[in-house]
């Protein structure tokens, strides 16, 4: 029997370690409602047209010590009649999946089994810091693992799931900007998970690539999974299943790998052009499961920023950090890397000080992940010799990517954009993209795409470009 490829790994992920599952579900969070409904041209003025000045967005009461921990100054001001961010702005989202049984009481009419709760109060699933720049024409979404080891007021070091339900979105945000060095975070939004559902019905459902076929039962919530592998439209209900899918190698961290890929998967999707029809059943959706302390005027100036904000200026990170040792601790946490936040924030969100030195291109110390969804062996060989080639050292192969590209995506999986682009410059093929959906130790993956194979047919090499 031969041995195997050493730069091959049968986990799929050539760096990390496997990590413990995750007892929860997880799902997406507002950053992929507010991403999707930035991208409605239509929607801005139909905000500014329905009277909501009555029904106010913030559903919950802040102290004045709580609401002194977001900014006070306006976020907008009007032009044109419009709306329009005077300044770069960072909101922090909290997406929560209540179930009857996280809470004290106890419902009237019990079914005998854990019921989702239209509720703003519970642990977090999903936590986003998403910045909107309107200098640098970009948004930003840092997506923080709900399982992140941090202080929480009134609790100490623990999971940052825990601050909205110790301490609300005031204490949320205290200890997300704590976790960050520091960083100022003007306005919060939180939306349960019956708002996503019930926003993907809104807008006739989502495609959406499902990597495997995904089967699942917890009947303690009457939760039934049934999804099949492959492209597809999927409901608000299915959407659901695809985020509380379980069953992930990497846990917390796989299923925020998804919610990028949804979030990317709904913002470059066309829009149906019977949208405005669909309006009252969005607001609708906006107001009975979304707490926020954004004004109706912010709010609008956020989705008008969102329409001319173009796909290349959209970049998904995530908390630099490391699966925790089982020997060392009992829960299973993600620690986070405090020289990497540094890095990250003074690069991406203009904050403090970059002590760990600029983004690297130098391809002797990049390290290179290549996921391939060509289903060629031969090919993938020949792209790995060529990238040795070019002076690239530390390259591994990883398990293939389920989705066939017809483009290759060169992935800034830590934000190492100039990285990404060194390497894009030297294939002469291929986009990059800011997400964190590659390999977790790498500096740059690269998804393999049909482009490769039409290169290396076009040069006339069998084996090397």
């Known amino acids: 029997m031969q041995n195997p490829d050493p730069r091959r790994q049968t986990n799929g992920q050539p760096f990390p370690k496997k990590s413990p599952r995750s007892n929860r579900g997880r799902w997406l969070g507002f950053g992929f409602g507010l991403a999707g409904v930035a991208m409605l041209s239509a929607t801005a003025g139909a905000l500014l047209a329905v009277s909501l000045s009555t029904t106010p967005l913030q559903q919950q009461q802040l102290s004045p010590e709580e609401a002194a921990v977001f900014s006070q100054g306006d976020l907008a001001k009007m032009n044109m009649r419009m709306p329009e961010l005077t300044r770069p702005v960072n909101i922090l989202v909290l997406g929560l999946k209540v179930l009857s049984s996280d809470l004290d009481e106890k419902p009237k009419d019990d079914p005998g089994y854990f019921t989702w709760v239209n509720s703003f109060k519970g642990l977090t699933d999903t936590m986003l810091l998403v910045r909107f720049d309107p200098q640098n024409k970009k948004l930003t979404v840092l997506s923080i693992p709900r399982d992140t080891r941090t202080n929480v007021e009134g609790k100490g070091l623990t999971k940052i799931n825990e601050a909205n339900y110790y301490g609300g979105p005031a204490g949320a945000a205290k200890s997300v900007s704590s976790l960050l060095g520091g960083v100022g975070i003007d306005r919060y939004v939180i939306v349960n998970i019956q708002g996503i559902k019930s926003l993907v019905d809104a807008l006739g459902g989502l495609t959406i690539y499902v990597p495997k076929d995904m089967n699942y039962i917890d009947e303690s919530q009457h939760l039934y999974i049934n999804l099949k592998a492959g492209k597809q439209r999927l409901n608000g209900e299915q959407i659901v299943q695809y985020l509380l ?36 059943k969005i607001l609708s959706v906006i107001q009975s499961h979304i707490d926020t302390n954004l004004s109706i005027e912010e709010l609008v100036a956020l989705v008008g920023f969102g329409t001319q904000t173009d796909r290349s200026g959209i970049q998904m990170l995530l908390v630099p950090g490391e699966f925790s040792d089982p020997k060392e601790f009992k829960a299973s946490y993600w620690l986070p890397n405090q020289s990497g936040i540094d890095a990250l924030m003074a690069q991406h969100f203009d904050f403090g000080t970059n002590s760990w030195g600029v983004e690297t291109f130098d391809p002797r110390f990049l390290k290179v992940a290549v996921l391939d969804s060509t289903r060629d062996d031969a090919a993938t060989d020949g792209f790995v010799d060529m990238l040795s080639e070019a002076g690239y050292r530390d390259v591994r192969i990883g398990k293939s990517w389920p989705e066939p590209l017809a483009v290759t995506r060169i992935v800034a999986q830590d934000g190492n954009v100039k990285g990404a682009e060194a390497i894009r410059k030297s294939l002469g093929f291929g986009e990059v993209v800011v997400e964190s959906t590659g390999s977790l130790r790498s500096d740059v993956t690269i998804k393999l795409g049909q482009d490769w194979l039409k290169k290396r047919r076009d040069s006339g090499r069998s084996k090397k470009f």
Do not use: S, T
């Open 245 to 280: 899918y379980r069953h992930d190698d990497l846990g917390d961290i796989g299923r925020v790998q998804r919610q990028q890929l949804l979030m990317r998967a709904f913002m470059e999707q066309e829009l149906n052009i019977g949208l405005a029809a669909k309006l009252p």
